[in-house]
């Protein structure tokens, strides 16, 4: 964009040092002179007003075009962060069943451990 705005200012200085230069050798009248300036002017006005019109547009279709890969990538993290969710519930699950599990086997292990004592103790 400022590449953009750089050719402008150029095409603006440009002209005008070309106008003036054109005045300083040009043999005509003032009022011819005169009449030249405008018309370069207007020239010059209505080319930067052209320029800046298809910089604006561009600009336009960028921004657009940033706007919705932005939107995709909303919706792809969004995606990826529903699965990850997923995935921590699912695991989530996983380790209560694995816990219920252990839990169970300890607490069998235990009973088995008290009754191998028991009748031990009976056997003394």
Known sequence: M??????????????????????????????????DISRKTDELLSRAKDEYEIAVEKSRKAYEATLAKLKKLEEQTQQKVDAVEEKVAELKEQGKDTLTDGKSRLKNALTAGVEAFKEEQKKV
Do not use: H
């Open 2 to 35: 400022s590449n953009r705005g750089d050719l402008i200012a150029g095409i603006v200085i440009g002209g005008f040092l070309g106008a003036l230069v054109g005045i300083i050798y040009a043999p005509k009248s003032g009022r011819e002179t005169r009449e």
